[in-house]
């Protein structure tokens, strides 16, 4: 590992730091973006500095588990959305690393270590609760967390839909396609789906899939009973170019 990217790990390791440093780095760019012309330029040089940094991408929850299946010493961590939003709850999944950093330089903190099965189990209940998947990168393509987050209090997607940062929140490899001979109007994916992009055609009635807006986060897939989505390659759609 590189000098550049272990400091990096350092600084976001620790909670302190890490949180001080996203709530500075939003205000900055919320103070600059009402500069009259410097909005594209700011943006530009935000989503760079995420590049670099600290980003993510929403991943299904069948690729989650698979990159459990390559981890060695997945971490239980608080998650620091929630506590920004004075919420607390243990949701974060970290490995490589991080959980040994994350150690040191939080001692009074609670980290519980887990065995892949235990931290696989915990990933399909928080899918269960309609809990999306974010896969964050330390200057990619070093992967460093799975987060398991929800629109109140994801850092991500403020970031991205209050910001207009998009790295900091990346559109997943699939879009969600409802098979409509297999749909029964139910609407129980339009309570899934965290970014409004599940619609009802009342004439039919039936759910379509909005392929601007969705994810392909996978919660429309794994709450419809009716097995009546699947998620499909994003690159063999119109949605290609929409990340
Ligand atoms: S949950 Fe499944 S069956 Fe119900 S409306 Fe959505 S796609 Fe159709
Ligand atoms: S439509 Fe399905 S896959 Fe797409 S964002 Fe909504 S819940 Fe996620």
Not at 39 to 52: A, H, Q
Request: include cysteine; charge should be positive; hydrophobic fraction near 40%.
């Amino acid at each position: 590992m590189g000098e550049a990217r272990k400091k990096l790990l350092e600084k976001i390791a620790d909670e302190k730091y890490f949180e001080g440093w996203i709530i500075e780095d939003f205000r900055v760019i919320e103070r600059l973006k009402k500069v009259p012309l410097l909005n594209k330029l700011v943006l530009t040089i935000g989503e760079k500095r995420i590049k670099k940094t600290q980003g993510g991408q929403i991943i299904s929850l069948n690729d989650a588990l698979k990159v459990l299946e390559l981890c060695e010493n997945p971490a239980l961590f608080p998650c620091i959305c929630r506590r920004m939003s004075g919420e607390e709850g243990y949701y974060c999944l970290n490995f490589g690393i991080l959980p040994e950093l994350y150690e040191k330089a939080n001692p009074d903190e609670y980290m519980e270590e887990l065995s892949v099965s235990k931290a696989k189990k915990l990933l399909i209940e928080w899918d269960k609760k309609g809990f999306y998947h974010l896969i964050l990168w330390s200057k990619a393509p070093y992967v460093t967390t799975i987060c398991n987050c929800t629109t109140p209090y994801c850092v991500g997607y403020k970031a991205r839909f209050v910001l207009g940062l998009k790295t900091a929140m990346i559109k997943g490899e699939y879009v969600a396609r409802v098979n409509n001979s297999r749909c029964v109007g139910c609407k129980m994916c339009l309570t899934r789906c965290p970014f409004g992009a599940i619609r009802f055609n009342i004439n039919e009635e039936r759910a379509f899939i909005d392929i601007n807006k969705c994810f392909g986060c996978g919660l429309c897939v794994t709450g419809c009973k009716n097995n009546a989505i699947e998620l499909i390659d994003r690159r063999l759609t119109p949605a290609k170019n929409l990340w």
